[in-house]
C-alpha cells in the first residue's frame, strides 16, 4: 500500500491546489477532507489533484461530491483510470470539471 499524502498550496488569484498521492480509503480519506476543510478552505477556487492517486474508494468520492457541492471545483488529472470508473459507474462524472493538463 502506498501511504497517501495530501501537499495544500496557495495560489494567485484565491485558488488553493490540494495535491493527493497514495491510496485513500476509509482510514485516510479524512486528510483530503481535513486539507479542503482546513488550509484550502477560503480559497475561491479548489484544484484537487487527482494525478498521483493509486486507488480512491466511495469515500474518496463522498468527500469529493461534498466539496463540489460547496465551493468551486477542479480535477486535476490525468485522472487515473481506477478513479474514471468509479466516477462514471457511479454517474457522477459529469458533476466535475476535469482539467487533464498542467494548469488550473
Do not use: K, W, Y
Not at 50 to 68: C, E, K, M, P, Y
Not at 77 to 86: D, E, I, N, T
Amino acid at each position: 500500500m502506498e501511504s497517501p499524502r495530501v501537499v495544500v498550496r496557495s495560489e494567485a488569484g484565491g485558488l488553493a491546489r490540494v495535491v493527493c498521492s497514495g491510496e485513500f480509503d476509509p482510514g485516510s480519506v479524512g486528510l483530503l477532507a481535513e486539507a479542503c476543510d482546513g488550509e484550502a478552505a477560503g480559497a475561491e477556487m479548489l484544484v484537487v489533484d487527482v494525478a498521483g492517486l493509486t486507488f480512491a474508494d466511495s469515500t474518496v468520492l463522498g468527500v469529493l461530491i461534498r466539496l463540489r457541492h460547496t465551493r468551486n471545483l477542479v480535477l486535476q488529472g490525468p485522472v487515473p483510470s481506477q478513479l474514471r470508473r468509479l466516477l462514471g459507474m457511479t454517474g457522477v462524472l459529469p458533476l466535475f470539471e476535469i482539467r487533464d493538463g498542467t494548469a488550473a
